[in-house]
């Protein structure tokens, strides 16, 4: 399946330190840019044909919940810690919410975890 490509929308336009976490991993990253990315995550995910998509904002919820409505991404959201993000993966989630935790850990141990749950090393 090549290389896990993970959209990450954050409410603030951040979100680089997560990115640099799943490039260490092997994973590729796409920053949405400017405010309110996270509410444009579900559609640069279907745009690039990404595995996985994380979204920041205050409550850890609007972006994720948006891709879930909008193309059927199976989504969890108002997370606070990297392990629940573990968690939701090991679930079959592909759309993670969390409230602000620009952490290369989270990117990091995110991508380990979906290479690990669908067989890529």
């Given at each position: 399946?090549?290389?896990?490509?993970?959209?990450?929308?954050?409410?603030?336009g951040k979100?680089?330190?997560?990115?640099a976490g799943?490039?260490?991993a092997?994973?590729?990253?796409?920053?949405?840019?400017?405010?309110a990315a996270?509410m444009?995550?579900g559609d640069?995910?279907k745009?690039?044909g990404?595995?996985?998509?994380?979204?920041?904002?205050?409550?850890?919820?609007?972006?994720?919940?948006?891709?879930?409505?909008?193309?059927?991404?199976?989504?969890k959201?108002g997370?606070?810690?990297?392990?629940?993000?573990?968690?939701?993966?090991?679930?079959?989630?592909?759309?993670?919410?969390?409230g602000?935790m620009?952490k290369?850990?989270?990117?990091?141990?995110?991508?380990?975890?979906f290479?690990?749950k669908?067989?890529?090393?």
């Open positions: 399946m090549g290389q896990v490509l993970v959209v990450i929308g954050d409410r603030l979100g680089q330190k997560v990115a799943v490039e260490a092997g994973g590729k990253a796409i920053v949405v840019p400017g405010m996270d444009k995550l640069v995910m745009a690039e990404a595995s996985l998509g994380i979204s920041f904002c205050g409550s850890g919820g609007a972006g994720a919940i948006t891709a879930q409505n909008k193309y059927g991404y199976k989504a959201y997370m606070r810690s990297v392990d629940e993000g573990v968690t939701a993966i090991n679930e079959g989630c592909l759309v993670l919410g969390f602000f620009d290369e850990e989270l990117g990091q141990r995110l991508v380990e975890a290479n690990k669908y067989g890529q090393a």
